[in-house]
């Protein structure tokens, strides 16, 4: 059973129009949330976090929201650069009384930005 | 800054043979990650290290896998004997006391 869901296995955008990727959870014990970035032959690349105490977090053209009760986030990119084309995969992370859990992934959405 | 290192890069290997992989944490990291990543079932957590002891080992697919962590700067995740079916990148990543997890360039295995 995936505890972190990206439904939309590619997207498509044209350069400068914004990419938004989707990512749904299903444990309510998650209280840290992450965006990687992958390309091939590359191991994931850290993006921006947001914690659970937080429902926007910004870091120049990459804005994460996070929708609690709809246990919902997204990743905004704008404006999008070719560059950008990459697999991003959505992780979170349960805090169970107070100790470091592992990340649970999704199964990434390929990004295509086309000039 | 090094980052998280990985060897070897590529291995190819016979089934039935022993295959070790390789990884070095960033410094000052205290937690160790293993991961399998394959088209069907994506990134998967193999096994987890804590100031080198292991927390989870649940995704370990069976006996045929092992993992070590002997100190703080050196891990290896054994596969003995290889099966076609272990074909994969296998990745490491190494974390701070924050949780972000930074990973390697990985290994990509191919058993024949």
């Known amino acids: 059973d995936q505890q972190v869901k990206q439904n939309s296995p590619s997207l498509s955008v044209q350069e400068g129009r914004i990419s938004i990727l989707n990512c749904d959870y299903t444990?309510?014990?998650?209280?840290?949330f992450l965006w990687y970035k992958k390309y091939p032959a590359e191991g994931p690349t850290f993006l921006i976090s947001?914690?659970?105490?937080?429902d926007k977090n910004e870091d120049g053209r990459f804005t994460v929201f996070l929708n609690k009760s709809a246990k919902h986030l997204s990743l905004h990119i704008v404006p999008s650069q070719p560059g950008d084309s990459a697999v991003y995969f959505c992780?979170?992370?349960?805090?169970?009384?107070?100790?470091?859990?592992?990340?649970?992934f999704g199964k990434g959405t390929k990004l295509s930005v086309k000039p | 800054d090094a980052g998280v290192i990985q060897s070897p890069r590529h291995e190819v290997t016979e089934m039935g043979q022993e295959v070790t992989l390789r990884c070095k944490p960033i410094s000052g990291h205290n937690s160790l990650f293993w991961y399998r990543q394959t088209m069907m079932r994506g990134l998967e957590l193999l096994i987890y290290?804590?100031?080198?002891?292991?927390?989870?080992d649940s995704g370990m697919p069976e006996d045929r896998f092992s993992a070590k962590m002997p100190n703080a700067s050196f891990s290896t995740l054994k596969i003995q004997p290889s099966e076609p079916r272990d074909s994969a990148v296998y990745f490491c990543?190494?974390?701070?006391?924050?949780?972000?997890?930074?990973f390697g360039p990985g290994t990509r295995l191919t058993v024949l």
């Open positions: 990543a190494s974390s701070n006391r924050r949780g972000v997890q930074f």
């Open positions: 444990n309510s014990m998650f209280d840290y």
């Open positions: 947001i914690s659970s105490i937080k």
């Open positions: 992780a979170a992370r349960a805090n169970y009384g107070g100790s470091q859990g592992n990340l649970i």
């Open positions: 290290f804590n100031n080198n002891v292991p927390i989870d």
